[in-house]
């Protein structure tokens, strides 16, 4: 997969209280080569802490809109339960890694 491009996402609706969430959002864009099997592009959300000791994704495909993404972004901050469904260890996922080195 090569990547195509990528966009800082802010959450919507937060409050006072979550605006100092400690994590990053961002989408990116991936193409897939002709090799691989699978729809011909791929949308992830990524949200990886400040600290980047902890880092979570969402393929977002099924969000139709930027407004849907970033109200994602906000239940990924306000609700532990949710997020934790999506995040992974850094150590278990070299691609999470080397995106942001």
Same mark, same amino acid.
């Given at each position: 997969? +090569?990547?195509?491009?990528? #966009?800082? =996402? %802010?959450?919507?609706?937060? @409050? /006072? &209280?979550?605006? #100092?969430? !400690?994590? +990053? *959002?961002?989408?990116?864009?991936? &193409? &897939?080569?002709? @090799?691989?099997? !699978?729809? @011909?592009?791929?949308?992830?959300?990524?949200?990886? #802490?400040?600290? /980047? #000791?902890?880092?979570?994704?969402?393929?977002? %495909?099924? *969000?139709?809109?930027? $407004?849907?993404?970033?109200?994602?972004?906000?239940?990924? =901050?306000?609700?532990?339960? *949710? &997020?934790? $469904?999506?995040?992974?260890?850094? %150590?278990?996922? %070299?691609?999470?890694?080397?995106?942001?080195?």
């Amino acid at each position: 997969m +090569e990547h195509w491009y990528a #966009n800082t =996402i %802010e959450p919507s609706g937060l @409050s /006072r &209280r979550d605006k #100092n969430h !400690g994590y +990053e *959002f961002y989408t990116v864009m991936y &193409r &897939r080569t002709a @090799s691989e099997a !699978g729809p @011909s592009c791929a949308s992830v959300l990524y949200f990886p #802490n400040v600290d /980047r #000791n902890v880092y979570g994704f969402i393929d977002y %495909e099924k *969000f139709a809109t930027s $407004q849907n993404i970033r109200a994602i972004a906000a239940k990924l =901050i306000k609700d532990t339960r *949710f &997020r934790s $469904q999506f995040l992974a260890a850094p %150590e278990d996922d %070299e691609m999470l890694t080397s995106n942001w080195k």
